[in-house]
Nanobody, 119 residues
Framework: VQLQASGGGLVQPGGSLRLSCTAS?????MGWFRQAPGKERVFVAA?????YYADSVKGRFTISRDNAKNTLYLQMNSLKPGDTAVYYC???????????????????WGQGTQVTVSS
């Protein structure tokens, strides 16, 4: 499965952005990870029958999925400078709940989209 992410940009603190990730085929699990400069890539959210979130984004980010369009979304509200990162979408079929935050469990990755939160 090939993934194409879009929707990143520059936004002021407190603002919102919506990321999209379109897959070339159907997958069971889709998720978002992010990598800030000089840091490791970390889990943000995943969709596997229901939504899962990292504690750092709970209550601010919402992951959703349109299966008819094979598209995953990440609505990001109340953005903070600490949310600045390259955001990657990922997909896989053989993930269980305990592996959703493990990037090595995903088999397909998008190219990344830059999100910058700055005044």
């Amino acid at each position: 499965v090939q993934l194409q992410a879009s929707g990143g940009g520059l936004v002021q603190p407190g603002g919102s952005l919506r990321l999209s990730c379109t897959a070339s085929g159907r997958t069971v699990v889709m998720g978002w990870f992010r990598q800030a400069p000089g840091k490791e890539r970390v889990f943000v959210a995943a969709h596997r029958w229901r939504e899962y979130y990292a504690d750092s984004v709970k209550g601010r980010f919402t992951i959703s999925r349109d299966n008819a369009k094979n598209t995953l979304y990440l609505q990001m509200n109340s953005l903070k400078p600490g949310d600045t990162a390259v955001y990657y979408c990922a997909a896989g079929d053989r993930l269980i709940q305990s592996t959703l935050a493990d990037g090595t469990a995903y088999v397909s990755w998008g190219q990344g989209t830059q999100v910058t939160v700055s005044s």
